[in-house]
């Protein structure tokens, strides 16, 4: 999808979204409780043996011979959503925005910046058990989804078969080696300063991954069918992974071959979102930080087409190609939308605070761009999932005193281990659990659903998992937003 700036397009007011909000006008919420609240989650969704004092104190060991069928240890990391398996594909990408987050906003994130730090180890830990643990493969994935979606069990009670997946030169996988290289090169800056020695693993690493991706092209979806799909296909290809990959080791280390790979690599799509998927809007905003901050020329073609997504997001741009809420949240997907929702709204933060730095200004047709029209775009979007919405309802668990009940999540909906010693069987948990119109056992703190349908609603039933499940990724990127306002307004 390519976009062509038109000019001289009639002036759009502002009124259409700042209508809407007047009806949820009220004090800030708490986005310092709230950021805490978002990285506590992570503990909830880790896998293997977890450290003492847990938090998340439902929680217990699991997926520990995770590896065995391969004779490898890939213990640890994150199940991506409500399930007990461990796609690395959007584990990477959550890696990698968490690590964007801490390396934008972690100034902003005071007693929480460790906690951040500890939540992208537990997932740069087995990233690394990942690309190193056998010699020309890549682990990209733990435990079979098709068996996994047809059980309602706890991680700690796991019986189903934990196969594991790899790509490798005869099976590629660019795009989950591209994202895999991007999380461990963003993940290297953030323990530059706090553990040089790991960070430089992590670089390392990255490198290897990254040329893996480069030198045996092709989608893992293509290598790895029903293993990967439809739950986590690559549907965008995996240009946009190398393009991703190249970007932050290029940023990493300021070498001119990544350059030189991201500028050969042709014309990029324009596509209106970002998401664990699709990689292109983030790109673009993240190489043109060097267009802003450093004014290189070589970047100019970045900073247009960042600027090209946000008229494409803002509500008053005549090139507005994204839906609004009557509420005034985005809608772009009606199965787990609120991910496209963080994952945009960081963008639009993180590119204000690169305008803000520079006075930078653009337009949209005749509509004048400041920082502070994303930033306002942004803080509606944070605001609306923190409660200010037509239904008071705050689509992150445990924040305000009306958030979903029944999330669809195996661990939170099933009574935990010490309550419940007996083992839960592959179908034990669907009576009388998952069935059961009962709010769930345990609470996930900090977790954020799929969102609510395009008329604001939110029925908070288990069995609606495209608006019920949280997942990894949804909290990932909320974590530089809720970090910034926390840091501006509280």
């Known amino acids: 999808m390519t976009m062509t700036m038109r000019r001289g397009a009639s002036l759009c007011l502002l009124f259409s979204l700042s209508l809407v909000l007047l009806g949820f006008a009220q004090a800030n919420p708490n986005y310092k409780d709230a950021l805490a609240k978002s990285l506590l989650f992570f503990q909830g969704q880790r896998s293997g043996r977890l450290p003492p004092p847990e938090q998340i104190t439902w929680r217990s060991n699991s997926g520990l011979s995770d590896g065995l069928f391969a004779h490898v240890d890939l213990t640890g990391g994150y199940y991506d959503a409500g399930d007990n398996v461990k796609f690395n594909f959007p584990m990477a990408f959550t890696t990698t925005m968490l690590s964007w987050s801490t390396l934008e906003y972690g100034k902003r994130m005071g007693p929480e910046l460790s906690n951040a730090r500890a939540a992208i180890r537990w997932a740069t830990d087995y990233l690394l058990k990942c690309a190193t643990a056998t010699p020309g493969k890549l682990y990209v994935g733990v435990g079979d989804p098709n068996v996994d979606h047809k059980c309602w069990e706890r991680p700690e009670d796991m019986d189903t078969v934990r196969t594991v997946y790899s790509v490798s030169a005869s099976s590629p996988g660019s795009d989950v080696a591209g994202e895999t290289a991007a999380a461990l ?22 490198r290897k991954v990254f040329q893996f991706a480069m030198q045996y092209q092709g989608a893992y979806s293509d290598s790895l069918g029903s293993a990967v799909c439809p739950f986590y296909c690559s549907y965008s290809g995996y240009k946009d992974e190398l393009l991703w990959g190249a970007a932050w080791l290029f940023r990493a280390t300021n070498e001119m071959s990544y350059f030189n790979i991201f ?33 290189d020329k070589n970047f100019e073609q970045f900073k247009g087409e960042a600027e090209n997504f946000m008229c494409r997001i803002l509500p008053n741009s005549p090139f507005k190609t994204t839906q609004y ?25 993180t ?3 690169y305008m803000k730095a520079t006075k930078h200004t653009f337009d949209c047709g005749n509509l004048l761009v400041t920082p502070n029209s994303l930033i306002y775009v942004a803080k509606r979007q944070v605001d609306y999932i923190l409660g200010e919405n037509p239904i008071r309802m705050s689509y992150m668990v ?27 069987g592959c179908d034990g948990g669907f009576d009388p ?17 799929g969102g609510p349908n395009q008329n604001d609603g939110y029925p908070d039933e288990r069995s609606d998992y495209s608006h019920s499940e949280p997942a990894t990724y949804i909290n990932a990127a909320m974590v530089g937003p809720l970090a910034y306002f926390a840091g501006s307004l509280n």
């Open 325 to 349: 809420t009557q509420g005034g949240l985005m809608y772009k997907l009606p199965e787990s939308n609120l991910q496209y929702v963080t994952s945009i709204t960081f963008l639009l933060t």
């Open 433 to 449: 659990f998952y069935h059961s119109g009962n709010p769930n056992p345990n609470i996930l703190t900090g977790a954020i659903v």
């Open 263 to 295: 500028k050969s690599l042709g014309a990029d799509d324009q596509p209106d979102l970002f998401s664990w998927d699709n990689k292109y809007a983030g790109a673009h905003v993240l190489l043109s930080r060097r267009a802003l901050l450093n004014n």
């Open 398 to 424: 445990g924040y305000g005193p009306n958030f979903p009940r029944r999330i669809h999540h195996r661990g939170s909906s099933l009574p935990s281990m010490a309550s419940h010693p007996q083992a839960i």
């Open 185 to 206: 090169a963003a993940a290297s800056m953030v323990f530059r300063k706090v553990d040089r020695k790991y960070s430089s693993l992590l670089l390392r690493t990255a």
């Open 351 to 353: 590119y204000a605070k």
